[in-house]
């Protein structure tokens, strides 16, 4: 069993940065890929990025690529995204997931997500 928590999220400006942090709960969080998706209002949820849980692997959603930076802390059982150039369209609420197979972009194959953060961007 994992337990997700997000933070970090809120209100910004267009141009502006935040950073979001998903802390784990439970054993063995070294050994899970982590990853971040996000569901805007009225839209289906969508891959944002996901980093590995051996080494350095990591993949993004090309839309927030050069913008957002997946990092993770095992000693803290923390994964962080960096989110900086931060455009309206961002705006959603972000979650994030935990999966022991083979890095995914698939949110189906997560096995453990979080209760989500919400950030809304403001033009």
């Known amino acids: 069993q994992l337990q997700l928590v997000e933070s970090g999220g809120g209100l910004v400006q267009a141009g502006g940065s935040l950073r979001l942090s998903c802390a784990a709960s439970?054993?063995?969080?070294?050994?899970?890929?982590m990853g971040w998706f996000r569901q805007a209002p009225g839209k289906e949820r969508e891959f944002v990025a996901a980093?590995?849980?051996?080494?350095?692997?990591?993949t993004y959603e090309d839309s927030v690529k050069g913008r957002f930076t997946i990092s993770r802390d095992n000693a803290k059982n923390t994964v962080y995204l960096q989110m900086n150039s931060l455009e309206p369209e961002d705006t959603a609420v972000y979650y994030c997931?935990?999966?022991?197979?083979?890095?995914?972009?698939?949110?189906?194959?997560?096995?453990?997500w979080g209760q989500g953060t919400q950030v809304t961007v403001s033009s």
């Open positions: 997931a935990a999966d022991r197979g083979r890095l995914s972009r698939t949110g189906t194959t997560y096995d453990y």
């Open positions: 439970g054993r063995a969080f070294s050994i899970y890929n």
């Open positions: 980093h590995g849980w051996s080494g350095s692997i990591t």
